[in-house]
């Protein structure tokens, strides 16, 4: 379990939207938010993103 909130940008399920008041989406939670994906995890659980994957060529 990771001790802090996961960069979105870099994580393999992260996408953009085309929809102006939700811009930001997460494939494994099927949501849509306007703050980056994690946040809202961390917000409704409790805990920080449990299915963060690093973008292949990323560090």
Do not use: Q
């Amino acid at each position: 379990m990771p001790d802090r909130a996961p960069n979105c940008l870099k994580c393999l399920y992260f996408r953009v939207t085309w929809d102006p008041a939700f811009p930001r989406s997460c494939l494994v939670f099927g949501i849509k938010c306007r703050n980056l994906p994690s946040l809202e995890v961390f917000a409704s659980t409790g805990h920080h993103c449990p299915s963060f994957r690093l973008k292949p060529g990323l560090k």
